[in-house]
């Protein structure tokens, strides 16, 4: 895919908006209206990043979808709904979906560098989990992310030009294997 047409499109849900908005108004808002603005907020730019991508021929990608969500909603403890599993039977199918894995630690530590979010390890770490108990996970590409930004953009260019479905070339999954392990190892006590 080197060299040809992408469009980048972004999802976002405004959650760092209405966090920063509830912070500075003192007006907290309870996980099921958060999780609702955020809902319509993503599913707007969604249905528009569809539209877009109707038109255009080549790389499509879509930075966050509706799976984002679902995982929000896990960390909230609230059930799945109705509208975004529905929407995602009726919306194209993706050609494949990337899993950006890294250790909750981590990315607290990018966060933190950052300076534009405010999250917590918890979050992260039920994040995570929520994440690899929606029912698509299984078939999510797993990309990980802990590793430098050559690493990572290695394994994005090999799976974006792997075949779908097919397997990464043996040297970068064994290699994510291997850095998979090593993390898992880390985080336990």
């Known amino acids: 895919m080197a060299g040809g047409n992408a469009l980048l499109l972004r999802n976002h849900a405004g959650r760092r908006n209405l966090s920063q908005w509830s912070e500075r108004s003192g007006i907290a808002l309870s996980p099921r209206l958060a999780d609702a603005l955020e809902t319509l907020i993503r599913t707007a730019n969604v249905l528009v990043s569809h539209a877009r991508a109707r038109s255009f021929s080549g790389l499509v990608v879509m930075d966050r979808h509706l799976y984002c969500q679902l995982a929000?909603?896990?960390?909230?403890?609230?059930?799945?709904?109705?509208?975004?599993?529905?929407?995602?039977?009726?919306?194209p199918a993706p050609d494949m979906v990337i899993h950006f894995d890294v250790a909750p630690e981590q990315a607290l530590e990018r966060i933190l560098l950052r300076g534009t979010d405010t999250e917590t390890l918890e979050e992260l770490t039920a994040l995570s989990k929520g994440?690899?108990?929606?029912?698509?996970?299984?078939?999510?590409?797993?990309?990980?992310?802990?590793?430098?930004?050559?690493?990572?953009?290695?394994?994005?260019?090999?799976?974006?030009?792997?075949?779908?479905?097919?397997?990464?070339?043996?040297?970068?999954?064994?290699?994510?294997?291997?850095?998979?392990?090593?993390?898992?190892?880390?985080?336990?006590?």
Do not use: C, H, K, M
């Open 131 to 189: 994440y690899r108990t929606l029912p698509e996970f299984g078939r999510f590409v797993p990309i990980d992310a802990g590793g430098s930004q050559d690493e990572v953009l290695a394994a994005l260019t090999a799976a974006i030009n792997t075949p779908a479905g097919g397997p990464l070339p043996e040297d970068l999954a064994a290699e994510r294997d291997d850095r998979s392990a090593a993390r898992e190892a880390a985080s336990r006590p």
């Open 72 to 91: 929000l909603r896990s960390v909230r403890g609230l059930p799945p709904g109705r509208l975004v599993p529905w929407l995602l039977r009726r919306l």
